[in-house]
C-alpha cells in the first residue's frame, strides 16, 4: 500500500473469471432479487448511452475528492482487460470526472465500462463507441486534478458498496456488485428465477396463467 498527501493506492484485486462468467447475460433486477430483500444495487445512476447497453467485469475502484480526477488518471495505467472502472465522486454533478480522452484510454487497456457516482461529458463518444457507462449525470465543466483520493479500497456508489474484485453487472436498469464468493450461487439462483419468469410470461401469452 502506498500512502503519500492524502493519495492511498492499494494492490489490485484480480478478475474471478469463473465468478464473471456466472453472472454475465443476467438481468440486474433478477440478481437483486434472489440476493434478498430487494434492497441491493443503486439508486440514481443511470446509462450514459442511448441505446441498449450491459456489461459485466471485475470492480477497480477509485474515491476522489468532489470535481477532482487526479486518482482517476493513475487508475487508467493500472486497468487491466474485463475490468470496470467504479468511481466515487462522492455524487457531485457539477463537474466532470472523465470524458472521452479518458474513456478512450480505459478501452485501449481492455476495460469494459465506467460507473461514476458523479459526472461525465462527452456523452455522445461515449454512444458512438458502445462504451457503456453509468452516470449521476452530465456536465460540461473539466474537473480539478489535485487530489486526494484513494484506489482499490471500498467505495459507495449510488447508495451501494463495492469492494475491489466484485463482479459488476450493469444493464438499462442499473448497477449491482456481487461479492466473488457468491456469484456462482447468486448465478444459479438468478437462472432458476430467470427460466420460472420466462414460464410465467409463456402461460400469460397462452392463457393459461392463474395468480
Known amino acids: 500500500m502506498s500512502i503519500l498527501n492524502g493519495i492511498h493506492i492499494q494492490p489490485r484485486v484480480s478478475a474471478n ?3 464473471i462468467a456466472a453472472l454475465r447475460g443476467l438481468p440486474t433486477s433478477v440478481i437483486g432479487d434472489v440476493m434478498g430483500g430487494r434492497l ?6 443511470r446509462p450514459v448511452n442511448r441505446s441498449l447497453v ?3 467485469g471485475n470492480a477497480f475502484t477509485v474515491r476522489v475528492r468532489s470535481g477532482d480526477n487526479l486518482l482517476i488518471h493513475k487508475a487508467l495505467d493500472m486497468l487491466e482487460a474485463g475490468d470496470v472502472l467504479v468511481v466515487d465522486g462522492e455524487g457531485d454533478t457539477t463537474r466532470a470526472l472523465v470524458g472521452e480522452i479518458m474513456m478512450t484510454s480505459a478501452r485501449v487497456r481492455g476495460a469494459v465500462a465506467f460507473v461514476m457516482d458523479g459526472a461525465i461529458r462527452d456523452a455522445d463518444a461515449f454512444e458512438q463507441h458502445q462504451f457503456p457507462c453509468w452516470a449521476r449525470g452530465i456536465s460540461l465543466r473539466g474537473p480539478y486534478k489535485e487530489g486526494p483520493g484513494s484506489i482499490n479500497v471500498s467505495v459507495t456508489i449510488g447508495g451501494m458498496v463495492v469492494n475491489p474484485g466484485d463482479v459488476i453487472v450493469g ?5 449491482i456488485a456481487v461479492p466473488s464468493a457468491l456469484a456462482v ?7 432458476a428465477k430467470v427460466t420460472h419468469e420466462q414460464e410465467t410470461i409463456k402461460s400469460i401469452l397462452d392463457g393459461t396463467y392463474s395468480s
Open 40 to 45: 441491493v444495487g443503486t439508486t440514481a445512476l
Open 171 to 175: 444493464d438499462g436498469d442499473g448497477i
Open 185 to 191: 450461487q447468486v448465478g444459479a439462483l438468478a437462472h
Open 17 to 19: 473469471t469463473a465468478a
Open 54 to 56: 450491459s456489461t459485466c
